[in-house]
T-cell receptor, first 114, second 112 residues
Framework: SAVISQKPSRDICQRGTSLTIQCQVD?????MFWYRQQPGQSLTLIAT?????????ESGFVIDKFPISRPNLTFSTLTVSNMSPEDSSIYLC???????????FGPGTRLTVL | DAKTTQPPSMDCAEGRAANLPCNHS???????VYWYRQIHSQGPQYIIH???NNETNEMASLIITEDRKSSTLILPHATLRDTAVYYC?????????????FGTGTLLAVQP
């Protein structure tokens, strides 16, 4: 199965700044997904990162706030823009492979916004 | 995707079987039952999935009722490392393009 790494693993940021989170997979994957997990909560899907086209965002999430790039089949980035303390969460990358039922998740990026 | 209902928390003694229930009364004929778990500070981990028949793998067993309106995940000999949040998810077969939507899950606390 695929192995996912995320950078950074954690960060503390100031209000109003932006942070770009990287997701790297050790093999080519069809789809990549970005999730947010607020403290004490379940995972919420932000968007699906499509290779070669714009990401598909879930209700409540917009491209201006969470721009996503997917330049190839093994890499994606999620930017959290103009951050506020409410953006403090764990951000997780997930991938799916054709013919495989389960999804693989990265270790997550723990973001704290002051 | 059909909605699932899980108890918010459960306790289990170490070495005993942990039985985690999930209700999915509106499940459709082509929807599978998937189970994932999330150990503290880690990403979710796939456990098992099934359509109609009971399933078993090296991690757990999945028992699905005949009417498919509920299921039970069984960890046969729970250890302290099984303490985690367990998510029951019902949806059509997961392919590479299908997204996974999480509910609130059950926090299983395995007690020594």
């Amino acid at each position: 199965s695929a192995v996912i790494s995320q950078k950074p693993s954690r960060d503390i940021c100031q209000r109003g700044t932006s942070l770009t989170i990287q997701c790297q997979v050790d093999s080519q994957v069809t789809m990549m997904f970005w999730y947010r997990q607020q403290p004490g909560q379940s995972l919420t899907l932000i968007a699906t990162a499509n290779q070669g086209s714009e990401a598909t965002y879930e209700s409540g999430f917009v491209i201006d706030k969470f721009p996503i790039s997917r330049p190839n089949l093994t890499f994606s980035t999620l930017t959290v823009s103009n951050m506020s303390p409410e953006d403090s969460s764990i951000y997780l990358c997930s991938v799916g492979k054709t013919g495989v039922h389960d999804k693989i998740f990265g270790p997550g990026t723990r973001l704290t916004v002051l | 995707d059909a909605k699932t209902t899980q108890p918010p928390s459960m306790d289990c003694a170490e070495g005993r079987a942990a039985n985690l229930p999930c209700n999915h009364s509106t499940i459709s004929g082509n929807e599978y039952v998937y189970w994932y778990r999330q150990i503290h500070s880690q990403g979710p981990q796939y456990i098992i999935h099934g359509l109609k028949n009971n399933e078993t793998n090296e991690m757990a067993s999945l028992i699905i009722t005949e009417d498919r309106k509920s299921s039970t995940l069984i960890l046969p000999h729970a250890t302290l490392r099984d303490t985690a949040v367990y998510y029951c998810i019902v949806r059509v077969a997961l392919g590479a393009t299908n997204k996974l939507i999480f509910g609130t899950g059950t926090l299983l606390a395995v007690q020594p």
